[in-house]
């Protein structure tokens, strides 16, 4: 069983000698959603590229459906659905002729799919407007329809959230779990804003400077980076001193206490403590967000 | 080669010419202008207004010499056999003097269809959503042709089909044979045409190609007007005659050169080339 859809190894992007990737090795789950993270000039868009076979890399060996990009690429592009960074549509045509356009482009002949896009993506009822006049979060819906048109495998997302607002955010997020387990794409997304990333990817690559600084599911981040857990409880516990049990504590408002601990097994214990004395509404770890856990990768490989 | 892309890829363009009334209404105006207009006004004033035949050193001293160095014996004797000098005057553009100007036309015509194709696609940054496509590079240059070609054939046809009627019409009484009916204007329209137009096609497509900008492209394109300049000076002043063979001649040529000019546009743009060169 071949459970890799997506594997580079080596791989080494150099334009008018510059370097832009370098050694950069990761794989990709079939049927994950993987975010692919790093800051402005990172080399993202790049990775999509070489991906894609749009562009070749310099050294390295990539694999993408089990495709060279380089040699098989159409087939690849065949598979694959994208959304690049500018929404990339027409914007003197409809909705409609948009997608219509693009199925014809992918070789996709039956409208339904059309429709059925426009429908999933609530834009149906505009569908017959121009593009032009349309918003930043209904061009990103067409864009996705289009990268959805031919069932593709694979689907790939440069920044995809960009310029949205929260809303537009969370239906892009909700739209594309959706497609994810419906119908079973593997996606790949690029991004630098974090949060709302972290409720549907399954894995992370961090992306510094061109090269991968560290990959992995959230869990196994944090068994990583974790190492002190903050932990706000909700509480009606009073404490005098600065530590209660030996965790050094912070009162962070009425009935609110930030626990330090060192590990996770030490939660049940102190929760259990602390119902001893009095009541507890909530408790959450504050520390383990994506965020934090980026700024804590990127700043461990800052040297 | 993809057909159904091919074909996609020229419908939309074509589309979006004929619905960008910015686009559309400037060639037609340039088309009824120098290829109707033109063309009627000097019929209507050379036969049936004597503005023409006044007897007047100026005009017809220049006539007269073109006529009697005239290359072709049977053109000079039909000439010199025509009763008015309005209606000498009248022959002789609609013989030599218009083909310039459809040549011109149809120049600006495919320059503008051809920018607004390619490097329009650039501009909307929709080029690379194309290269992301499973469309091969040639299909999509080949479809981009399409777009251009087919609009400035068309319009310039339209144009010739209703220039013939108006010149006709007008001058029937004046001529024993119809204008335009020749080998001349036959071989022009038909061979010489779009062979001139589909090169300057393929050239604004490879300037397009290699250029960053809009702008460069147009300022390119504006070079292609010179050799048509240059014919219609030549043209005007009898310095060499078009005959339907030279004509037959300069299409075969042009139609070479596009042969070789597509090889080499397919060539040297690979789709990681293009994307490198293009997107940003
Ligand atoms: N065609 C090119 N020519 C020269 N430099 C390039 C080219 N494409 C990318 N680069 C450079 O490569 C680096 C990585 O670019 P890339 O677009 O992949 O970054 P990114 O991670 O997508 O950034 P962003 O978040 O801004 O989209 C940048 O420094 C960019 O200037
Ligand atoms: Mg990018």
């Not at chain 1, 794409?185 to 961090?206: A, P």
């Not at chain 1, 930030?258 to 408790?283: G, M, Q, V």
């Not at chain 2, 619905?19 to 000097?42: H, R, T």
């Not at chain 2, 250029?211 to 007007?225: D, L, W």
């Amino acid at each position: 069983m071949e459970t890799k859809i997506i594997e580079t190894m080596d791989v080494t992007k150099k334009i008018n000698g510059h370097s832009i990737l370098a050694d950069v090795s990761f794989s990709i789950e079939k049927g994950s959603i993987t975010g692919l993270l790093g800051p402005n000039g990172a080399g993202k868009t790049t990775i999509i590229r070489l991906l894609n076979g749009v562009i070749d890399a310099s050294h390295g060996r990539i694999s993408v459906l089990g495709k060279n990009p380089k040699t098989e690429g159409e087939e690849i592009r065949k598979n694959s659905g994208i959304v690049t960074e500018s929404a990339s549509l027409y914007h003197d045509m409809t909705a409609w002729d948009n997608l219509k356009f693009f199925s014809r482009i992918y070789g996709v002949n039956d409208e339904r799919r059309i429709t059925y896009l426009l429908d999933q993506f609530d834009l149906l009822e505009v569908k017959d407007k121009l593009v032009g006049t349309f918003s930043t979060g209904m061009k990103k819906r067409v864009s996705l329809a289009k990268a959805l048109l031919h069932n593709p495998k694979l689907l790939f997302l440069d920044e995809p959230t960009n310029g949205l607002d929260p809303d537009g955010i969370n239906s892009v997020i909700y739209y594309l779990d959706r497609v994810n387990k419906e119908e079973d794409v593997t996606i790949l997304i690029c991004s630098h804003v974090l949060h709302q990333l972290e409720h549907i990817c399954d894995s992370y690559l961090f992306l510094k400077k061109g090269r991968i600084i560290e990959k992995g599911t959230k869990h196994d981040l944090e068994e990583k980076y974790l190492k002190k857990i903050r932990l706000l409880v909700e509480t009606g516990l009073t404490v005098k001193e600065r530590s209660y049990m030996g965790y050094p504590i912070e009162h962070k408002g009425q009935g609110r206490i930030e626990f330090s601990l060192s590990s996770k097994d030490e939660i049940a214990p102190l929760l259990r403590e602390i119902l001893k004395e009095t009541w507890i509404h909530s408790s959450v770890i504050t520390n383990r967000s994506l965020e934090s856990l980026y700024f804590k990768i990127a700043g461990e490989h800052n040297e | 080669m993809n057909k159904h892309i091919i074909k996609a890829i020229a419908v939309k363009d074509i589309k979006s010419i004929f619905s960008s009334k910015k686009v559309w209404i400037p060639m037609v105006i340039l088309s009824f202008i120098l290829c109707i207009a033109c063309p009627g006004v000097i019929t209507y004033v050379g036969i049936h207004t004597d503005l023409l035949n006044q007897p007047s050193e100026d005009i017809e001293k220049p006539i007269q010499a073109v006529i009697e160095q005239f290359p072709a014996e049977e053109m000079r004797n039909t000439l010199s056999e025509l009763p008015t000098l309005g209606s000498k005057f009248v022959y002789y553009f609609m013989h030599f003097m218009l083909i310039p100007l459809f040549l011109m036309t149809a120049t600006i015509h495919s320059m503008v269809t051809a920018s607004n194709s390619f490097a329009g696609e650039k501009e909307r940054k929709t080029l690379e959503t194309l290269l992301f496509s499973p469309i091969s590079v040639y299909d999509l240059f080949l479809g981009k042709v399409l777009a251009s070609l087919i609009p400035t054939l068309f319009m310039t046809y339209c144009s010739f089909i209703i220039n013939m009627a108006v010149v006709n019409l007008m001058a029937n009484k004046a001529f024993d044979s119809l204008l335009f009916l020749d080998a001349g204007w036959m071989v022009f329209m038909f061979w010489v045409i779009p062979a001139v137009v589909l090169f300057n096609i393929l050239l604004n497509i490879l300037v397009s190609a290699r250029v960053k900008s809009f702008q460069e492209a147009q300022q390119f394109g504006g070079i292609m007007i010179l050799p048509v300049v240059g014919i219609i000076i030549s043209q005007a002043s009898g310095l060499f005659f078009l005959s339907p063979f030279i004509l037959f001649l300069i299409g075969t040529g042009l139609f070479i050169g596009n042969a070789l000019l597509l090889r080499f546009i397919t060539r040297f743009n690979q789709r990681n080339a293009l994307f490198e060169s293009q997107i940003h």
